[in-house]
């Protein structure tokens, strides 16, 4: 019995590793673009805290607001062990 292998009708755009087998291989970030995503997720935290705490969720406001000092932690480790210039 032989099978045809047809492709989909819809085929993801960009580079997405796991949706198709021929997807191009995404590099490894820099750990510049590293640290810019950290210290960038460390403010959504901290946003997303304040209007939970606007929203009285005082819960969800604790979690996200003692979340984001972990990520500039991260993204200051980061920058002493890569290397990166020190900031004033």
């Given amino acids: 019995m032989f099978m045809t292998i047809a492709r989909p009708a819809v085929e993801p755009q960009g580079p997405d590793a796991v949706a198709t087998p021929f997807a191009p ?11 810019a995503r950290l210290l960038a997720n460390a403010a959504l935290r901290r946003l997303r805290g304040l209007e939970r705490r606007v929203a009285q969720r005082h819960e969800d406001a604790d979690y996200w607001l003692h979340a984001a000092p972990l990520a500039v932690r991260k ?3 980061l920058r002493r062990t890569a290397g990166l210039a020190v900031l004033p």
């Fill in 25 to 35: 291989f995404i590099a490894q970030e820099t750990p510049r673009a590293v640290h």
């Fill in 75 to 77: 993204a200051s480790d």
